[in-house]
């Protein structure tokens, strides 16, 4: 578990939150707008789910799914609430950021080659946005990742964030 400060659009302050491992009980729903199932995606092996909660009530602001692939640590799926999509009316940034940040983190307690590197497979559309918003390189196709340099700088902005900065 780490704490980290999302902002809230409304008030534009930090709010405390709080990434655990989830439950299956606790896991988003298609139905309530979800883009993912991530019921199924709990139950898979080898994988861990990561839920961002807000600590004053407990609601979940975003979801990350990592997995160990043989020396790698595998980043395959990130989503943030429906809430906190597109520019208007969103009620929380740096959930994204926090998420990706933490799964960052994790990639330093790999041994191997793979130390510091975080893997994926983005959408097309996105490629871009994760270049631009999280230093991620392309490898091949829609293959990305981030090395341990802009690791270490996403673990800095997004988890390393005190109450009073913005």
């Known amino acids: 578990m780490?704490?980290?400060?999302?902002?809230?659009?409304?008030?534009?302050?930090?709010v405390e939150a709080e990434i655990v491992i989830g439950t299956l009980q606790e896991m988003p729903q298609k139905k309530e707008g979800w883009g993912f199932d991530w019921r199924?995606?709990?139950?898979?092996?080898?994988?861990e789910v990561f839920l961002l909660?807000?600590?004053s009530d407990a609601s979940v602001q975003g979801v990350l799914s990592l997995r160990k692939e043989a020396d790698m640590l595998v980043m395959d799926l990130v989503e943030i609430a429906p809430h906190n999509k597109?520019?208007?009316?969103?009620?929380y940034s740096?959930?994204?950021g926090c998420l990706i940040a933490y799964a960052c983190k994790q990639?330093?307690?790999?041994?191997?080659?793979y130390y510091g590197y975080l893997v994926f497979v983005s959408k097309?559309?996105?490629?871009?946005?994760?270049?631009?918003?999280?230093?991620?390189?392309q490898a091949i196709g829609q293959k990305m990742f981030i090395d341990s340099m802009n690791g270490n700088k996403l673990i800095g902005e997004y988890l390393n964030r005190n109450k009073n900065e913005k």
């Not at 097309?124 to 991620?136: E, G, K, M, V």
């Open 2 to 14: 780490i704490n980290v400060f999302i902002l809230n659009k409304n008030t534009n302050q930090l």
């Open 53 to 55: 909660k807000l600590l």
């Open 94 to 96: 740096y959930v994204a």
């Open 86 to 91: 597109g520019r208007e009316n969103k009620r």
């Open 107 to 113: 990639t330093f307690k790999l041994e191997g080659s």
């Open 124 to 137: 097309t559309a996105l490629i871009d946005w994760y270049r631009n918003n999280y230093y991620a390189q």
């Open 40 to 47: 199924t995606e709990f139950q898979k092996e080898d994988t």
